[in-house]
């Protein structure tokens, strides 16, 4: 069992910054397969990045979208994943959870694939 804490959101300007931490509990966190989703009211919730960790080297895969502001990072003695997200905009604003899931085949990008959820942190993007 795994529980997921999300930290960090809150209210930014366009071009601004963001740091989500996403705190786990359990021994057996650096096995896990985490992933960032987010919803935006009224959508779906959408891929955002997600990373594994294998012996001493790491895997991260970005949503087309996300990739060149975005960065996921984990410190597996801190039980914690990082989501850097750099010039934010207004399309940004949404809810984003942190995912975890024991077993994968490679990087999920499906919400149906992980099996442990965080309660949401909201991120707003002004104009």
């Known amino acids: 069992q795994v529980e997921l804490v999300e930290s960090g959101g809150g209210l930014v300007q366009a071009g601004g910054s963001l740091r989500l931490s996403c705190a786990a509990s359990?021994?057996?966190?650096?096995?896990?397969?985490m992933g960032w989703f987010r919803q935006a009211p009224g959508k779906e919730r959408e891929f955002v990045a997600a990373?594994?960790?294998?012996?001493?080297?790491?895997?991260?895969y970005y949503a087309d979208s996300m990739k060149d502001r975005f960065t996921i990072s984990r410190d597996n003695a801190k039980n914690t994943m990082y989501l850097q997200m750099n010039s934010l905009k207004p399309d940004d604003t949404a809810v984003y959870y942190c995912?975890?899931?024991?077993?994968?085949?490679?990087?999920?990008?499906?919400?149906?694939?992980?099996?442990?959820w965080g309660q949401g942190t909201q991120v707003t993007v002004s104009s």
């Open positions: 995912a975890a899931v024991a077993v994968a085949t490679g990087l999920p990008t499906s919400r149906y694939e992980y099996d442990y």
């Open positions: 359990g021994r057996t966190f650096s096995s896990y397969v």
């Open positions: 990373i594994s960790w294998s012996g001493r080297s790491r895997t991260t």
